[in-house]
């Protein structure tokens, strides 16, 4: 029961890879990436191994194999030897790989994740048993602010907030029909905003959150020049006395759904086997906390990061200071999320996991150790 598998080496890909390792058995696990092989190799073996859980089965790793490829490129750039091989008696076709910027041209965006997609399809053209798993997003939902959003619901009536949100929902439009086309089963899953507490070494896949940390760093220390006190915290000068006040115009009363990567991966695994010869359909997951976080928890999760650093969430600034103005202008996209209460389904996720726990809440002492602050308590 070979599986085929993209975006193996990504913040989430890794962690379903080992899940699936885990569960053990000897069939092979085929990773295109676009790296060389030798790159490949050494790269999963490096994630695979730091990854938290349970220890592997013996020779686990053996049964990974990788092909160089680019899904941005007709037939994932592979010879017609290497896709015949890739696809001989394929089961599992899982489609993770995607560029996740929120900013920036979305050409690159699109060319990823909607053109990319189109040629993942091309290629199950040539896997007729193989069951596609396509990893979405909960964001495909765009500028719906409330409501709860049913697993099956895919609109574009509120619009999107980044191109990326634009991007994924239109490659769920074309796994949609494709599926519905060919009568092939379909599982297509959209995790919320994956998170881990988990410091990740250099090298190594980093989570989404960290992008928003660099920005900030960034923006801090553009500042310094001007600012005597963001050179105390930037330089980590926490017994200096400085303080940093800052009122960014967000609604407090905002929510964002944060799920662990490592319940994710969990989860995502455990459906694709309960789906595992199901009728051909497209079934859609919403791979979710349980949970809203509310977004006030972030000042206080930033507060442990950077000592001396006072953010409020405000609904107006009337009198904003330059740098108030600085973080409205940078951080645009981001305080936009802010706004969010709505909720998401999730029945045909809990009757796919059966009796897998519900990860516990995502308050500020984690998300202080996702933004990696040392002084948060450890996870136990």
């Not at 979405?136 to 500028?143: D, E, I, L, P, Q």
């Not at 969430?313 to 645009?332: F, R």
Request: proline share 7%; with cysteine.
């Amino acid at each position: 029961m070979p599986i085929l598998f993209t975006g193996a080496t990504g913040f989430l890909g890794c962690r379903i890879v080992r899940e699936l390792l885990f569960e053990g058995g000897d069939e092979p696990i085929t990773v295109i990436g676009r790296r060389s092989e030798p790159e490949l190799r050494a790269r999963m073996a490096a994630a695979v191994s730091w990854l938290h859980g349970p220890p592997l089965p013996a020779g686990a790793l053996d049964r990974l194999r990788y092909l160089s490829g680019d899904i941005t490129l007709p037939g994932l750039g592979l010879t017609t030897q290497e896709r015949a091989r890739a696809t001989d008696g394929l089961t599992q076709l899982w489609h993770s790989a995607a560029q996740t910027r929120l900013e920036g041209d979305p050409a690159p965006l699109h060319l990823s994740n909607v053109v990319g997609t189109r040629h993942v399809l091309e290629l199950a053209d040539h896997a007729p048993a193989a069951h596609l798993m396509h990893v979405s997003t909960a964001y495909v939902a765009g500028r719906r602010l409330t409501g709860h959003i049913l697993e099956a619901d895919l609109r574009e009536d509120h619009g999107f907030q980044t191109y990326y949100e634009e991007s994924k929902y239109t490659a769920e439009r074309l796994v949609r029909a494709w599926g519905s086309g060919t009568g092939r089963p379909v599982t297509v899953f959209r995790p919320g905003l994956l998170v881990t507490d988990r410091p990740v070494p250099d090298g190594l896949p980093d989570q989404p959150l960290s992008t928003l940390l660099r920005l900030i760093d960034a923006g801090m220390r553009n500042r310094t020049v001007r600012n005597a006190g963001l050179i105390a915290f930037v330089k980590g000068g926490r017994h200096r006395g400085e303080i940093v006040r800052v009122r960014v115009a967000a609604d407090p009363g905002g929510t964002a759904n944060l799920v662990q990567a490592e319940y994710a991966a969990r989860a995502m695994t455990r459906t694709a086997k309960a789906h595992s010869g199901r009728c051909a359909a497209v079934r859609t997951v919403h791979v979710t906390h349980r949970h809203n976080a509310s977004v006030d928890i972030v000042p206080k999760a930033l507060k442990v990061r950077y000592p001396g650093l006072f953010l409020s969430l405000v609904p107006h600034i009337p009198d904003p200071t330059p740098l108030e103005k600085l973080v409205a202008q940078q951080g645009a996209r981001m305080i936009e999320f802010s706004a969010h209460r709505r909720t998401y389904d999730r029945t045909h996720l809990l009757e796919a996991v059966g009796d897998l726990p519900d990860p516990e809440p995502i308050d500020e002492t984690y998300l202080a150790r996702a933004c990696g602050a040392s002084d948060a308590p450890a996870s136990a």
